[in-house]
């Protein structure tokens, strides 16, 4: 099956920098990689994600780049807020690209 | 609905009883995802259900679970004679996955504590 890993399992940066977490995966078959956000006490929401056939997708704030060759894959947030503090997940397709293996997740602390 | 809902949001039960777990995923979303997600850990795939298709329930830990769902849509995740390593957040997403996966829409989960 498909093994996701990611680090650094916490983060903490100031209010302002930037924030990158790196996910790699297993699977070469895999070819969709979502980041999830997860705030306390809520379900984790999709935030951003990458095919396979895309090297870098960027959103505001948020970029995901995918290294297909090395398989891994990063999270880059800038300008970073308080409301970014959150828990965030990295996943992969796998399994026939049916179903999404994720990481264990990543807790990130922004400091006002 | 406008989102996935899941149902209770807290259930504390005693072990050895039997709990169910509800999941109404968006509407037209075709695959349904039940995960469980332990204190600091990721998320642990338990089982899959696209369509009409035979779930895939390859992630189930134990046959004291057991999932299914009713004419393609709302879905129970049911755990009988619960342990207390059953305590956990459960929870479901759906996906629309027509042409391959999609990104899923995850509930706020069931928080299950077995005392």
């Known amino acids: 099956g498909e093994n996701v890993e990611q680090h650094p399992s916490t983060l903490s940066v100031q209010e302002g920098d930037s924030a990158v977490i790196k996910c790699t995966y297993s699977?070469?078959?895999?070819?969709?990689f979502p980041w999830y956000k997860q705030e306390l006490g809520k379900g984790p929401q999709l935030i951003i994600d990458?095919?396979?056939?895309?090297g870098e997708k960027k959103d505001q704030r948020i970029a995901v780049t995918l290294n297909k060759t090395a398989k891994h894959f990063s999270l880059h947030i800038t300008e970073t807020q308080p409301e970014d503090s959150a828990v965030y997940f990295c996943?992969?397709?796998?399994?026939?690209?049916?179903?999404?293996?994720f990481g264990k997740g990543n807790q990130v602390v922004v400091i006002p | 609905g406008a989102g996935v809902s899941q149902s209770p949001s807290n259930k504390v039960t005693e072990k050895g009883k039997d709990v169910e777990l509800r999941c109404d995923p968006i509407?037209?979303?075709?695959?349904l995802y039940w995960y469980r997600q332990s204190l600091g850990q990721g998320l642990e795939f338990l089982i899959y259900?696209?369509?009409?298709?035979?779930?895939?329930k390859s992630g189930l830990p134990s046959d004291r679970f057991s999932a299914e769902r009713t004419g393609g849509s709302v879905s129970t995740l049911t755990i009988q004679r619960t342990q207390q390593e059953d305590s956990a957040v459960y929870l479901c997403?759906?996906?629309?996955?027509?042409?391959?996966?999609?990104?899923?829409?995850f509930g706020s989960g069931t928080r299950l504590t077995v005392v």
């Open positions: 997403a759906s996906s629309k996955n027509g042409q391959g996966i999609s990104g899923y829409t």
């Open positions: 990458i095919r396979s056939n895309v």
């Open positions: 996943a992969a397709s796998y399994a026939g690209n049916n179903r999404l293996a």
């Open positions: 699977d070469s078959a895999s070819n969709y």
């Open positions: 259900f696209q369509g009409n298709s035979a779930p895939d």
């Open positions: 509407s037209g979303h075709t695959a």
